[in-house]
């Protein structure tokens, strides 16, 4: 049973929630977008599918265990950041021709952060270590997607919608992912569990929701301007 004083446990039933509701509305709407915008639609609607299946385990493990569910976070997360790398490599691909490399560029930044994060969590490393090994992953996609390889793709050959969703995913990644560290910080104490959590799930909530919502935008502008 969810105890309503649980403040924890109820972001993780209202976020389960919105997933669901995200994953219903993206795919609904891909009858709205035209041509290669569909396939975004499609993956937005990936990300939050899963997200939802997952969270519904892990406010099970939380309500009945009061720790973090961190391997199914990690499960998740493992699943959909590569999903939202292909994101941004379809929303250059749309426009461009864009070399393979750039999104193998992308994807093991993702992966060195993810991976790190996972091992200073369940301590099979030190933790902070890990975290300064995982926080180079994340600036290092920082840095190619405003000054390398993507950026400058973006800004020559985009369209209007393409370099609005391109620099509304930009934000994303630096503002709205930087939310992660945070909750991995409030990690560190004994009774860091329910502040890495509410952090965690918050960041979801805009992470996957947001971001999907922001791809929409773009996808259906498109499609009345075309
Ligand atoms: C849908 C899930 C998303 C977008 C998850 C994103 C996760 C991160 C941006 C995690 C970042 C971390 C660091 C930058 C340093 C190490 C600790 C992490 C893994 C929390």
Known sequence: MLDPQDYVGVTFWIISAAMVAATYFFTVERDR?????????????????????????????????NASPTVFRYVDWLLTVPLQIVEFYL?????????????????IGSLVMLIFGYLGEVGAM????????????????IYEIFIGEAS???????????????????IIVTVGWAIYPIGYVLGAGAEGAAGLNIVYNLADFVNKIAFGVVI???ATSSSESA
């Open 33 to 65: 977008a035209v041509g290669k915008w569909k396939t975004s639609l499609t993956v937005a609607a990936m990300v939050t599918g899963i997200a939802a299946i997952h969270y519904f385990y892990m406010r099970g493990v939380w309500i009945e265990t």
């Open 126 to 141: 030190d933790y902070w270590i890990a975290f300064i090994i995982g926080m180079a992953g994340w600036l290092y996609i």
């Open 91 to 107: 929303i250059l691909a749309a426009i461009a021709v864009v070399r393979a490399a750039l999104f193998w560029k992308l994807m």
């Open 152 to 170: 400058q793709i973006s800004a020559s050959q985009g369209t209007a919608a393409s370099q609005a969703a391109f620099n509304a995913l930009r």
């Open 216 to 218: 929409w935008a773009a």
